[in-house]
């Protein structure tokens, strides 16, 4: 498929277990965000990597949240210990080149394409 | 830190009812300004965006926007809502920052 995709897409896990959510972004897009979104509120930023690199990942709410991209393709957030707290939907999105906005162009190239999402139950 | 308000939690309209749903960021700066869509048991879909030029903006299914920079508004809207418009509507900003999006508005629309 063309559209960025997720796996699974419903987890449910135990208070204390660690998980992996999997992010497969659009081919060619070179950056990849990752978002949560609680019921009620909008997607809330997590991540966001400029290839293999993470570049800013202010979003993370603690330790125990982490995530890795190490072909520049594929992305995994990972959760460890995990608490009530961290139920939600988490989401991916990738854009063609993040950040580099040419303000002059009406084919930006920073509008970001979501997938899916992964329902993350934690009991 | 960057803000969006979305100031109606829930809207309920008619079918042929007409749409404005309010968006205002709290940046100074030049913004890049979007609505996304989420219909029920489907992802978040773009609907239209801002970057530059006219500050009207026309998107998908009939929906348009208007970047006011003065009022730090893009307001959201349709002429005759249809009931395949229900949805969440979400509004977002960024400028070299991740999106920040408001707490989004569900729209729906009954016959």
Same mark, same amino acid.
């Given at each position: 498929?063309?559209?960025?995709?997720?796996?699974?897409?419903?987890?449910?896990?135990? &208070?204390? &277990?660690?998980?992996?959510?999997?992010?497969?972004?659009?081919? $060619?897009?070179?950056?990849?965000?990752?978002?949560?979104?609680?019921?009620? %509120? $909008?997607?809330?930023?997590?991540?966001?990597? %400029?290839?293999? $690199?993470?570049?800013?990942?202010? $979003? @993370?709410?603690?330790?125990?949240?982490?995530?890795?991209?190490?072909?520049?393709?594929?992305?995994?957030? &990972?959760?460890?210990?995990?608490?009530?707290?961290?139920?939600?939907?988490? @989401?991916?999105?990738?854009?063609?080149?993040?950040?580099?906005?040419?303000?002059?162009?009406?084919?930006?190239?920073?509008?970001?394409?979501?997938?899916?999402?992964?329902?993350?139950?934690? @009991? | 830190?960057?803000?969006?308000?979305?100031?109606?939690?829930?809207?309920?309209?008619?079918?042929?009812?007409?749409?404005?749903?309010?968006?205002?960021?709290?940046?100074?700066?030049?913004?890049?300004?979007?609505?996304?869509? =989420?219909?029920? #048991?489907?992802?978040? =879909?773009?609907?239209?965006?801002?970057?530059?030029?006219?500050?009207?903006?026309? #998107?998908?299914?009939?929906?348009?926007?208007?970047?006011?920079?003065?009022?730090?508004?893009?307001?959201?809207?349709?002429?005759?809502? =249809?009931?395949?418009?229900?949805?969440?509507?979400?509004?977002?900003?960024?400028?070299?920052?991740?999106?920040?999006? #408001?707490?989004?508005?569900?729209?729906?629309?009954?016959?």
């Amino acid at each position: 498929g063309a559209g960025v995709s997720q796996t699974p897409s419903n987890k449910v896990t135990e &208070k204390g &277990k660690y998980v992996e959510l999997r992010c497969d972004p659009i081919s $060619g897009h070179t950056a990849l965000y990752w978002y949560r979104q609680s019921l009620g %509120q $909008g997607p809330e930023f997590l991540i966001y990597f %400029q290839g293999t $690199g993470a570049a800013d990942d202010s $979003g @993370l709410p603690n330790d125990r949240f982490f995530a890795v991209r190490p072909e520049g393709s594929v992305s995994t957030l &990972k959760i460890q210990r995990t608490e009530r707290g961290d139920s939600a939907v988490y @989401l991916c999105a990738s854009s063609p080149a993040g950040r580099a906005v040419d303000y002059t162009s009406s084919t930006s190239t920073d509008t970001q394409y979501f997938g899916p999402g992964t329902r993350l139950t934690v @009991l | 830190a960057q803000s969006v308000s979305q100031h109606n939690h829930h809207v309920i309209l008619s079918e042929a009812a007409s749409l404005e749903l309010g968006c205002n960021y709290s940046y100074g700066g030049t913004v890049n300004l979007f609505w996304y869509v =989420q219909y029920p #048991g489907q992802h978040l =879909q773009l609907l239209l965006k801002y970057f530059s030029g006219d500050p009207l903006v026309k #998107g998908i299914k009939g929906f348009e926007a208007e970047f006011i920079k003065s009022k730090f508004s893009f307001n959201l809207r349709k002429p005759s809502v =249809q009931w395949s418009d229900t949805a969440e509507y979400f509004c977002a900003v960024t400028r070299n920052t991740p999106l920040v999006f #408001g707490k989004g508005t569900r729209l729906s629309v009954i016959a």
